[in-house]
């Protein structure tokens, strides 16, 4: 239902009527790969194996130097965890959704082309596909640099690599079993990074 929400928001900012003024739109899509993490758990250690990304979303020139963007990011993974204190030995398929918003800062190197960079927030969604194991939502924040080219009037590339960090405090879960109550947490103040490259296609709307 969390996701649902999101997703929901998601659409509603980039149909607002800020949006829908803005000097130019682009839309994109894009297909990647995210790196592996390792990180500790209480009596343990666990990781989010690397795997295929995928997305798209929205960009909006406010000018020709400074953008803000919305975007959806999912990965499809692995997550497997042990821990002796927890008796936890986990080995299942995971997606990771990012949903967020930010802004970036862009400069024309060519009469086609630019480069950007910028930083995002929003939220992370852990998705286990377990029996009994409920998905967990955090606060999120990243950076991303990339560039793209045109090839077509409308129509171009787009390369980019992003850093983006879930914001847990002490202990916070990556998922949860309600019915055992048992859950995979971050021990101390380990932090999980999800760093990749994607490559796709934009479109400019107007």
């Given at each position: 239902m969390k996701l649902n929400k999101l997703i929901l928001f998601f659409f509603f900012i980039i149909a607002s009527p800020s949006v829908i003024v803005a000097q130019s739109l682009e839309a994109y899509v894009f297909s990647g790969y995210?790196?592996?993490?390792?990180?500790?758990?209480?009596?343990?250690?666990?990781?989010?194996?690397?795997?295929?990304?995928?997305?798209?979303?929205?960009?909006?020139?406010?000018?020709?130097?400074?953008?803000?963007?919305?975007?959806?990011?999912?990965?499809?993974?692995?997550?497997?965890?042990?821990?002796?204190?927890?008796?936890?030995?986990?080995?299942?398929?995971?997606?990771?959704?990012?949903?967020?918003?930010?802004?970036?800062?862009?400069?024309?190197?060519?009469?086609?082309?630019?480069?950007?960079?910028g930083v995002k927030v929003g939220a992370v969604i852990y998705d286990p596909k377990g029996i009994s194991l409920d998905n967990v939502t955090h606060f999120a924040a990243g950076v991303s640099a990339g560039g793209k080219i045109f090839i077509q009037p409308k129509l171009g590339l787009r390369v980019q690599a992003n850093l983006f960090i879930p914001i847990t405090d002490l202990g916070g879960s990556i998922f949860w079993s309600p019915g055992s109550g048992v859950n995979v947490g971050l021990a101390g103040f380990g932090s999980i990074l999800h760093f990749g490259f994607t490559g796709g296609l934009f479109y400019k709307l107007f």
């Open positions: 995210t790196f592996s993490d390792r990180f500790p758990i209480y009596g343990g250690r666990a990781k989010i194996h690397d795997g295929h990304t995928f997305g798209g979303g929205l960009q909006y020139m406010l000018n020709n130097q400074y953008a803000i963007e919305v975007i959806y990011h999912r990965q499809q993974s692995q997550i497997t965890a042990f821990s002796s204190n927890l008796s936890l030995d986990v080995d299942l398929p995971m997606n990771v959704h990012f949903i967020l918003a930010g802004s970036n800062r862009v400069q024309r190197i060519h009469e086609k082309a630019s480069v950007y960079g």
